[in-house]
T-cell receptor, first 109, second 114 residues
Framework: GQNIDQPTEMTATEGAIVQINCTYQTSGFNGLFWYQQHAGEAPTFLSYNVLDGLEEKGRFSSFLSRSKGYSYLLLKELQMKDSASYLCAVRDSNYQLIWGAGTKLIIKP | IAGITQAPTSQILAAGRRMTLRCTQDMRHNAMYWYRQDLGLGLRLIHYSNTAGTTGKGEVPDGYSVSRANTDDFPLTLASAVPSQTSVYFC?????????????FGPGTRLTVL
């Protein structure tokens, strides 16, 4: 079966750095996405990785290792508005997105 | 430009009733999707459409039907609602042709079936 694993919840301090991990086992791989979802709102696109390595976009970076079936989202200089759920999704061989359950990130002052 | 709109925002429905959730996008995206999101689970694909006039089944299609008569609209119908269909429903779209083919989501419909 296909599986995406993420921690259920993480807590971090304002101004700090946090790394949210995602491991996957899917039938095929055609890219990995990270989305942010604030409570009661729609998911919004953060990043896309299809090749191994680090993609940096402002305070957010995403890393991919296809051989290990592993990705992480790195958030720097955390702000209170970063409190949200972070969803990892992999596009499989059928070109459909398989979604993890999401990681709820709580930022404390 | 609105992006993707969904209606209604929320609905309480008696079991056995028929219900259509509406989704409209103004981005001229080829592909559209319906997901449900339940607590503790990832988004699950119900149905999708790669282009107007075509539809396909996702992971959890039973009890749901869709149509794609034109590019902009992709309604989801529950023929006879059951309590297990209580969920938040998200419509999404993507251009279907770019390298990333990123999906963009509507605001969601919160459905409660009693």
């Amino acid at each position: 079966g296909q599986n995406i694993d993420q921690p259920t919840e993480m807590t971090a301090t304002e101004g700090a750095i946090v790394q949210i991990n995602c491991t996957y086992q899917t039938s095929g791989f055609n890219g990995l996405f990270w989305y942010q979802q604030h409570a009661g709102e729609a998911p919004t696109f953060l990043s896309y990785n299809v090749l191994d390595g680090l993609e940096e976009k402002g305070r957010f970076s995403s890393f991919l290792s296809r051989s290990k079936g592993y990705s992480y989202l790195l958030l720097k200089e955390l702000q209170m508005k970063d409190s949200a759920s972070y969803l990892c999704a992999v596009r499989d061989s059928n070109y459909q997105l398989i979604w993890g359950a999401g990681t709820k990130l709580i930022i404390k002052p | 430009i609105a992006g993707i709109t969904q209606a209604p925002t929320s609905q309480i429905l008696a079991a056995g009733r028929r219900m259509t959730l509406r989704c409209t996008q103004d981005m001229r995206h080829n592909a559209m999707y319906w997901y449900r999101q339940d607590l503790g689970l990832g988004l699950r694909l119900i149905h999708y459409s790669n282009t107007a006039g075509t539809t396909g089944k996702g992971e959890v299609p039973d009890g749901y039907s869709v149509s794609r008569a034109n590019t902009d609209d992709f309604p989801l119908t529950l023929a006879s609602a059951v309590p297990s269909q209580t969920s938040v429903y998200f419509c999404a779209s993507s251009d279907g042709s770019s390298h990333t083919d990123t999906q963009y989501f509507g605001p969601g419909t919160r459905l409660t079936v009693l």
